[in-house]
């Protein structure tokens, strides 16, 4: 057995959906109204907004868990606020532009694939304040890199699945082999191997090799069809406790998994970024967990802190300790989950906070 303490190698809770009033693409949005009630000082002169990546407001994952962030700083600071949708990556320059020309303080762009368009325009107007969720390329005094140490969570989420795996074989799969994305499955499968340490089983991860740093990667975050396939050829592998971390691929494999059961199989999902359960449409009965980044409360957290005139460009950084990340409630699966696995689960979140149990990645965050 490996070392789980090694590293790896290189590579909040989400609110109900809520319809999202989104401006075009590109073009100068409109703010949505101030909150009324109490604010900071200042909070009413105050305008944050945010621009989404190509998979938009309502991928049921980060940029939507974002959005919402961003609308409860609004609700509980009375700041304005005013946002753009991206639909393709050709929209990311003119939508900031238009932030910028539309009076932003603060600026949040949510995904690393904004990372050089956040960069260039915020090295044009150095008056301005950004923000960008998940990426920490940018190294800028008007740049505050909003980054989880989501290892730790997954972490969690393997052992989970390999206590509740029936067939010995549990699975991941990524959009695309990036730190952000391989964090994830990292800590997923050093999870498992640690509840193989501690058990003496031998429950076995499809999708991800930790030590090579590769698996089954199906090359984007747009394809639904790809998550689809993916998680039938998983389920016809044996696994029955599946982690797709892809953003709104992950769709295609709840269609999947809706499908599987409904044949007879029992397979379970373990959703990334939100809480799966109260963020999918359907399918939210087959949702063991979810590998939480509580982006909702970070974003509010930057903007409470620009608000109040302490904003930096030291990163955020999330992690089991300040509720940055999170294993979501097991909720229909609640009943399911013994009582010893529960208490096992709590024990070893608090073994990674004090650091008795090491949980580390080549892709976890670097703090400059």
Not at 42 to 62: L, M, N, P, Q
Request: include cysteine; aromatic fraction near 6%.
């Amino acid at each position: 057995m490996r070392n789980i303490s090694r590293k790896t190698g290189m590579a909040a809770a989400m609110l109900g959906i809520s319809a999202l009033v989104l401006t075009a693409c590109g073009a100068a949005p409109e703010a949505a109204p101030s909150a009324s009630g109490s604010a900071p000082t200042g909070a009413s002169d105050f305008t944050g907004c945010i621009v989404s990546d190509s998979g938009g407001f309502d991928d049921r994952s980060f940029n939507q868990s974002s959005y919402e962030g961003l609308m409860q700083a609004k609700t509980d600071l009375g700041i304005n606020v005013k946002q753009a949708e991206s639909k393709a990556e050709t929209d990311f320059g003119p939508n900031l532009n238009a932030m910028v020309k539309g009076g932003c303080d603060l600026t949040v762009t949510v995904g690393f694939l904004l990372s050089d368009e956040t960069k260039k325009v915020a090295a044009a107007n150095p008056d301005k304040h950004f923000a960008i969720v998940d990426d920490n390329a940018i190294d800028a005094k008007n740049v505050k890199p909003i980054i989880y140490d989501t290892a730790q969570a997954s972490f969690l989420a393997g052992y989970l699945a390999a206590g509740m795996t029936e067939t010995g074989k549990v699975a991941t799969y990524g959009g695309l082999n990036i730190p952000t994305v391989s964090i994830f499955m990292d800590g997923y499968a050093d999870g498992v191997a640690y509840y193989n340490e501690k058990k003496s089983t031998d429950v076995k991860v499809l999708g991800w090799d930790v030590d090579k740093q590769n698996g089954t990667i199906i090359g984007g975050f747009d394809d639904q069809g790809k998550g689809k396939n993916t998680t039938i050829t998983f389920a016809n592998e044996g696994a029955d406790v599946i982690m797709p971390v892809a953003g709104p691929v992950g769709l295609g494999t709840m269609d999947a998994v809706k499908e599987l059961n409904a044949s007879g199989k029992n397979i379970k999902v373990i959703w990334v970024d939100a809480d799966g359960f109260e963020a999918l449409a359907s399918g939210n009965e087959f949702v063991l967990s979810s590998v939480m980044k509580e982006m909702g409360k970070s974003v509010e957290d930057v903007v409470k802190s620009d608000v109040e005139g302490n904003f930096d460009s030291t990163p955020y950084v999330g992690t089991l300790e300040n509720g940055g990340v999170a294993l979501a409630p097991f909720h229909d699966f609640d009943s399911k989950v013994s009582d010893e696995l529960k208490a096992e689960l709590e024990t070893l979140k608090a073994d990674i906070i004090s650091g008795a149990v090491k949980v580390e990645s080549d892709s976890s965050p670097k703090t400059k």
